[in-house]
């Protein structure tokens, strides 16, 4: 069984460099940052997990991973919603390298490689939620067709997944000065002080994949007005309702969800206290 201190310990690691690094990754809005971010995780997973057990590195990694996740649910500003469910499911797909090949170099390059695809996958998903199938007819257009869109698509999934394979072994037979200057400088960096009162509807995604909607109208040429106002009134309800959602779930709810996994909220204490006493 995991460790709840050993969790704690690697949770807090994570969660600072999230806070960290990660505040100023999405405070300048820098391309490609959650990618980096999530390869970040699976170099901390690999390396708190390393000398493991099967058994333990795989509800280990998960539990680092999500009492992450928790500790960011409670950060008093910026997105947490898709940074929570990012981090977590990125450890359980590492995790299942460990389930699949035992905790080896092998079972750590496929984790490696389960944790980067999901930097594409999840983007996917809530851009298709919410704006349809139009968003990505209109990116094909954009790029001149829909091969054109496969290919730099995969073109870019490729290009992760062999930075993750390239990492994870760099990783694995890192010596402990090298890991310890590594974790030393991704920890270095103090969270940008930036106002994060920018409402949802202004990150980014959104007002590009917004913009290439109305574009593909405007492209498509159609002349039916009221359908053209459905469906660019229905991205903007859909996001705000989302945003509201998870901006008002009561912080409560996570202590009740913590308290289902004795490993998980203990580890969460821990990390807490750690959290706290290094901030003090």
Do not use: C
């Not at 969270?191 to 913009?211: C, D, M, N, T, W």
């Amino acid at each position: 069984m995991a460790d709840a201190k050993t969790v704690g310990k690697s949770a807090t690691l994570l969660s600072s460099v999230e806070v960290g690094l990660g505040s100023i990754i999405h405070a300048f809005h820098i391309p490609g940052g959650g990618h980096l971010l999530s390869l970040n995780q699976g170099v901390i997973l690999l390396w708190s997990t390393q000398d493991m057990n099967q058994q333990e590195a795989i509800q280990s990694s998960q539990s680092i991973a999500w009492v992450t996740a928790l500790l960011k649910s409670l950060s008093p500003a910026g997105k947490r919603l898709t940074p929570m469910l990012a981090i977590g499911v990125q450890g359980f797909l590492y995790s299942l390298g460990a389930l699949l090949f035992g905790n080896t170099l092998p079972g750590a390059l496929l984790g490696m490689t389960l944790l980067s695809l999901w930097g594409f996958i999840q983007p996917l998903i809530f851009t298709y939620f919410v704006f349809g199938k139009t968003f990505f007819e209109s990116l094909a257009k954009l790029v001149g067709s829909t091969d054109n869109l496969v290919a730099i698509f995969t073109g870019l999934v490729a290009l992760k997944v062999v930075s993750a394979l390239v990492i994870g072994v760099v990783a694995w037979f890192a010596s402990s000065q090298k890991r310890e200057r590594y974790l030393k400088k991704v920890t270095s960096y103090e969270g940008v002080s930036v106002r994060h009162g920018k409402h949802f509807l202004l990150q980014p995604i959104f007002l590009i994949s917004y913009a290439l909607s109305i574009g593909f109208f405007f492209m498509s040429e159609t002349q039916n007005a009221e359908a053209v106002w459905t469906y660019l009134l229905r991205p903007i309800a859909l996001a705000w309702l989302v945003f509201w959602v998870f901006k008002m779930l009561p912080a409560s709810w996570i202590e009740k969800l913590a308290k289902r996994f004795p490993v998980i909220y203990q580890a969460f204490n821990e990390a807490l206290k750690r959290s706290r006493t290094s901030n003090s």
